[in-house]
């Protein structure tokens, strides 16, 4: 048998067990846990940008800001569980430093807008990035009480900027699966309905932004770790393009040329405006600069559209419900003058994204990528069978990625030569159909957030948003609000490299027009 139909019957056994599993699973969880506590603190529901703007014009104190987040934090992650380290007593004393600079006069407001624009403003970061002292474990036990020595390049620009560290917050085991769940933290709940997954990799950073208990967030993607959770917790979240962002100090670190081109760090937040600053920070010293200030005409944009996957080679089909928030937001583009036109389901980058991610991925040798820190590589067939058991030291996610490395995922190296050739191929047509002028509606992931015990069956799902790491083009997830049980819905939006302005400008108008984040237990 051939191996690409190894593979392709592997992702259809996960289909069949889900099929089976879905009704028993939410047989078992049918009663709805306690909803978060409602935001009180009206501070909580103010931009970053916003609140930048008032510390430094001494409308509002960096303490008080600051307290504000620390009393949410405290008050949602018992229901989340999406810290791993805080740093509460040092975040005051940060924030006090700052007012009182600002009353001796050291510093000013113009000074501040323009060279420190985050300048006392709390922010919270994914642990895989690197705080400088704090856990930079990343689920892994052999890493477990090991601390960052140093700040990561993209964290730096954030400190750089002014801006105040709360948290590391949590992931999957060595940033690899889509729900946020490792051995030594557990499992990070969904602030919509806490009986579900807050997504991965970034899926404590965007539980705590989705709870209204961060306002700023710094991620990682690199098969759609950031846009994936952020679909999940109702926020924006966005993947710039290749080269833009620098993932140094990101563990694990990717030796290989391919995947250091897919993996990126990139802003979370709840409001376009705060991307928008955030990426100008994050891509000052480019030589090409993402002219992220210059104007964008909706009525100038080329738009194309796919709205239904349909299970396209055993991909997991498209849900109505996310089919339809796609046409309404089509419908609107329209009506703003934009021209729009659906992408034929053809397309080689469509049909064949999942085999093009698992040929990429067979070149990142991960096992050498986390082992670094123990004396022998694990055997994954063994701690998979102990996994079931509950004596694993690893979760069971990376136990199944290091599974699917060890036999090339099941690909043959022709095939696998061909898939990345292909890619390289798609990446150009895509970049010359996309131009300067145009942008892609294209679901985050086919259905809305669900049961962690059920995402494991889904190694596939990651394809609508994985592609585009691969294709090394910006993508924005866009909150597009609820549906009819409370959980958030929405969609990407994708552009040429380098045009990340028009992702930015797209998700904006979509947050005018549509309302953006939407408060949990609102």
């Known amino acids: 048998m051939e191996r690409i139909n190894i593979t392709n019957t592997i992702t259809a056994v996960g289909h069949l067990l889900l099929f089976f599993l879905r009704p028993i699973h939410k047989l078992i969880n049918i009663k709805r846990l306690p909803n978060l506590p409602p935001i009180k603190n009206p501070l909580l529901q103010v931009s970053a940008t916003t609140l930048a703007r008032k510390i430094r014009n001494g409308e509002l104190s960096s303490q008080t800001v600051v307290e504000a987040y620390i009393e949410r934090i405290k008050e949602v992650n018992p229901f989340l569980n999406a810290v791993v380290e805080e740093r509460f007593e040092g975040a005051i004393r940060d924030a006090k430093n700052c007012d009182e600079k600002l009353k001796r006069g050291e510093v000013n407001a113009d000074t501040l807008e323009t060279e420190q624009p985050l300048y006392g403003v709390p922010i919270t970061i994914k642990e895989s990035c690197g705080v400088e002292g704090m856990s930079h474990a990343v689920g892994r036990m052999a890493r477990r009480g090991l601390k960052a020595t140093k700040d990561g390049a993209a964290v730096q620009i954030l400190r750089n900027a002014g801006g105040i560290f709360l948290c590391v917050t949590n992931t999957p085991e060595c940033c690899l699966g889509y729900n946020t769940n490792n051995v030594i933290q557990g499992v990070t709940k969904n602030p919509y309905d806490i009986r579900m997954s807050s997504g991965g990799s970034s899926g404590g950073e965007c539980a705590l932004i989705g709870a209204g208990a961060s306002i700023l967030g710094l991620g990682s993607d690199i098969v759609g770790s950031i846009r994936i959770p952020s679909f999940f917790n109702g926020i924006f979240g966005h993947k710039p393009s290749r080269g833009v962002v620098s993932s140094v100090g990101h563990y694990p670190k990717c030796e290989n040329y391919m995947i250091e081109q897919m993996l990126t760090c990139g802003p979370i937040a709840r409001y376009t405006e705060d991307l928008y600053l955030c990426m100008k920070l994050l891509s000052a010293k480019l030589e090409k600069p993402l002219r992220l200030d210059v104007p964008v005409d909706l009525a100038t944009l080329r738009v194309f559209y796919v709205d239904d996957i349909s299970g396209l080679y055993g991909t997991v089909s498209t849900s109505s419900e996310i089919k339809q928030t796609i046409k309404t937001a089509i419908k609107y583009l ?189």
């Open 334 to 522: 329209e009506q703003q003058g934009a021209r729009v036109e659906k992408l034929q389901l053809s397309q080689e980058w469509i049909r064949f994204a999942f085999m093009i991610i698992a040929s990429c991925f067979s070149e990142y040798d991960i096992s050498n990528a986390i082992m670094e820190d123990t004396r022998r590589r694990m055997n994954p067939l063994l701690e998979l069978l102990k996994s079931t058991v509950g004596s694993s030291n690893y979760e069971s996610q990376l136990i199944v990625v290091l599974l699917l490395e060890r036999y090339n995922t099941f690909i043959s190296s022709s095939k696998r030569k061909y898939y990345i050739g292909l890619g390289d191929q798609c990446r150009d047509k895509l970049n010359d159909i996309l131009d300067k002028d145009g942008v892609l509606i294209y679901p985050t992931y086919p259905h809305v957030a669900q049961l962690p015990s059920l995402l494991k069956y889904e190694i596939d799902s990651g394809a609508y948003s994985g592609i585009f790491n691969v294709l090394q083009l910006p993508a924005t997830n866009i909150p597009m609000g609820l549906n009819d049980k409370g959980l958030p819905v929405g969609f990407q939006v994708v552009a040429g490299n380098g045009q990340d302005r028009l992702c930015l400008a797209v998700a904006k108008e979509f947050e005018k027009a549509f309302g953006g984040w939407i408060p949990p237990s609102s």
